[in-house]
């Protein structure tokens, strides 16, 4: 019996989290020939995360400011909290910057690296606050997941659009172990809460909302092996 034939709701639940927090083996290889593989695969997957970022901006400031009847408007509550999630994501990836620098820079070389091991005490007090700082912007990220909006039909795309860019940046940042170890260990034991797992499994549902981009005549239940293969943001996973 298979993985899905046993477990299809335990899948369906439990896809994010295992895709989110799942290191790939060529991160633990040893070699040159491994590292080169890892500093070409991190600035692909960084430069895919930074363009996702950027296009659902411009998606966020082109729909929110689209001619639409009053009642489809996007209230100001909701354009705010999509503006800012996206804003602390920027925030987020200006500190991983400071920090580590740009993809491929040997983690000896990272700021953090090199005030940790300074035999300055002031410096060594810097690093402390700086990777604390970055701890707390993760963090926030992370929370901004649950957030609640309640948009129309023509902008309800831009919920599951930030959710995305926020998934896949933690995907990223935990991929090339950049998530400090407490918080990363903090949101592994939030996602796995019976509360998250609640908001994965509504969340995954409300993308199909009818007379929205998502909507499709593969609406199936969560039961169902049919709602993975189809989902638009789960497919990709289907089958890992």
Known sequence: MTFFESFKLLVALLLVTRNLFCSPAFIKGGTSNASLEKAIAQKSDYDSLIQSISSTANCLHEDLNMDLP???????????T????????NE???????????????????????????ANKDNVKFGKAVVKGFAEAIEDVFQRLRSSTNLSPPLHHLRPAVINCILRMLRYLHKYELIPVETEKKIQRELNSPASLQWIAKEMQDVFMENTRYDNSRHYLLTELEFLQNHPQLSQFYGA
């Not at 999509?82 to 804003?87: D, F, N, P, Y």
């Not at 987020?92 to 990272?110: A, D, Q, T």
């Open 70 to 80: 009053p009642i489809f408007q996007a209230s100001q509550i909701d354009a705010d």
């Open 82 to 89: 999509l503006r800012s999630a996206m804003s602390k994501l």
């Open 92 to 118: 987020l990836n200006e500190r991983l910057l400071f920090i580590y620098g740009h993809p491929g820079v040997p983690p000896e070389k990272s700021l953090v690296e090199k005030l940790s091991t300074s």
